[in-house]
C-alpha cells in the first residue's frame, strides 16, 4: 500500500488547490445539467421554429382566401349597382308590366288635399331611352310601342309621343 508522500512549503499549498477525487465526482452532475440545459433549448428553438413557419403558412392562405372573398364581394356588389341603377328597374318594372303613376296628390299637414291625382294608365307616357339603349331593345314592351323599327310602332300616339319627347335621360355610367 502506497501512501502518498507529505508534502512541505511551496509544494503543499499548490497541491492544496488542485482538486481530490471527490470534486472530481461533484463535478459530473454539473456537466449533465449544462448539456441539459443546451439539449432544451436546442429543443426548444426548433419546437418555436415550427410553430413560427405553420403560422406563417396559415396567414399565406388566409391572406389567399382574403383576396378571393374580397374579389366575390366586389363583384356582387357590381352585380348589386346594375340591378338597382334607374335604367335597369325602369325596364325591369315594364317587364312585369308595370307603368308610370299618374299626378300624384299630396296631403298638407292640416288635411288638405293638394294637386289632382290622376290614374296610372299604360299609354300615358312613353319610355325615353338614350340613343345607345334603343339599338340594343328589340323586343316590345308591354303597353309600349317601342322594341319595333323606327316608325313602325304599335302605338301610333306613342309614336308621336316619343318624336316629341326631349331625350334627356342621362345615359348611365358604366362601373357605377
Known amino acids: ?11 503543499a499549498r499548490l497541491a492544496q488547490l488542485l482538486p ?10 454539473f456537466v ?8 432544451g433549448g436546442l429543443i426548444g428553438l426548433l419546437v418555436l421554429n415550427s410553430a413560427l413557419s405553420e403560422g ?5 392562405d388566409l391572406k389567399r382566401e382574403t383576396k378571393g372573398l374580397t374579389d366575390e364581394e366586389q363583384a356582387l356588389q357590381r352585380d348589386i349597382d346594375a340591378y338597382s341603377a334607374p335604367d335597369a328597374l325602369q325596364h325591369r ?5 308595370m307603368v308610370p303613376g299618374g299626378d300624384p296628390a299630396f296631403l298638407n ?9 290622376s290614374p296610372a294608365t299604360a299609354s300615358r307616357a312613353p319610355l325615353v331611352l338614350a340613343p345607345e339603349a334603343l339599338a340594343t331593345v328589340t323586343a ?37
Open 56 to 60: 406563417a403558412f396559415r396567414l399565406d
Open 109 to 117: 299637414p292640416d288635411g288638405k288635399v293638394k294637386g289632382v291625382p
Open 93 to 97: 318594372a315594364r317587364e312585369l308590366g
Open 1 to 11: 500500500m502506497s501512501r502518498k508522500p507529505e508534502l512541505r512549503g511551496r509544494a
Open 140 to 176: 316590345p314592351l308591354p303597353g309600349t310601342g317601342f322594341g319595333t323599327a323606327p316608325g313602325a310602332a304599335a302605338d301610333p300616339t306613342a309614336a308621336t309621343a316619343s318624336e316629341a319627347a326631349p331625350t334627356s335621360t342621362p345615359a348611365s355610367t358604366p362601373g357605377r
Open 32 to 39: 449533465l445539467l449544462v448539456v441539459l440545459l443546451l439539449g
Open 20 to 29: 481530490t477525487g471527490r470534486a472530481q465526482a461533484a463535478r459530473t452532475p
